[in-house]
Every structure is written in C-alpha cells, then in structure tokens.
C-alpha cells in the first residue's frame, strides 16, 4: 500500500471531534482529538491518541485522569480554541466556562457528552502519535446529541503540524 492510498482512504472517514483535557499537578492542559475509540467493554476503556507535538501530551503522560469531552455541532467555537492555539502559550482554560472534575481534571462545562478516566495505559508505537488508554470513573451522556465531526472543523488550522514532534 502506497502512502497515498492510505490517505485516500482516511480521507473518506468523517469521525467526531472530541477534546481531551487533563491535570498534572496544578498544570492543565487541553487539546482537539481526531483519533479516538472505544478500546474495551470488559472493563469499560476508551483510547485517544495525542501528538507528540502537542503540549497537552507532555501534561497527559504526567497525568493521572483525563477527560474526554464529545463535541456537539455547535461547539465550533470551543474546536478553534483548543484546536488552533498552543496551551504553552495561551491559557485556553481562561477562555471559556470549566469546573474542576475527579483527580482536579478540568471539564469544559458546555460539553455535557464526556468520559472522566483514570490513566491504564501509554503506548507508543514510534509513531507521532501516543495512544492512552483510560478507565471510565465518569460519564455523562445526552440523547441524541449531533456530534462536529472533522469535516466541520476543516477550515481550522492546527496548532501545530504532525512533522513537530
């Protein structure tokens, strides 16, 4: 398979956006996730990977809870600012509504769909990417929510590229 026809075919997926936030410490840290999953039902766990450019993966190998916020189609505005700015830079808790969850993880308040876990697992694969896996201790979920999926946020340029780490 040739690079091109992998990206051909990822380019047909549209999955939902989620945004993954975490505490080490007093740091906190948040990002924009594409690449996420279900990871087991017996136990519950829930997988996201992290790019190892992103400053919310320094803070989330350090952490012990992460939050995993689902985003709805009206969260755009919530998708630009914790997709397009640098936590190192910029204080994006500062920008919008949150309260302190289990382990002081922040949870974004307008983001009713989410999943507080404890830290499993870290597995890096020596890709620019880092799997973790979590175990639910919390979730929440409305009916029939319509989730932003990666279509929606293309007009949104990263806040940082893949080739950075």
Known sequence: ??????????????????IVTTVAGDHRAGCLVGFHSQS??????????????NHTYETAVLADHLAVHFLT????????????TCGADNDKFGQCDWSTGPGGVPLLDRCANRIVGTRHALIDS??????????????????????????DVSDLDPGHAAEET
Do not use: N, Q, Y
């Open 40 to 53: 087991g039902m017996v136990p519950d766990s829930f997988a996201v990977w992290l790019s190892k450019a």
């Open 73 to 84: 189609a009206d969260d755009h505005d919530l998708a630009r600012l914790f997709g397009t």
């Open 126 to 151: 020596g890709s620019d990417h880092v799997c973790l896996v979590i175990d639910p201790i919390e979730t929440a979920s409305t009916e029939g929510f319509e989730p932003l999926r990666l279509s």
């Open 1 to 18: 398979m040739t690079d091109a026809a992998f990206d051909d075919l990822m380019g047909h997926l549209d999955p939902p956006m989620i």
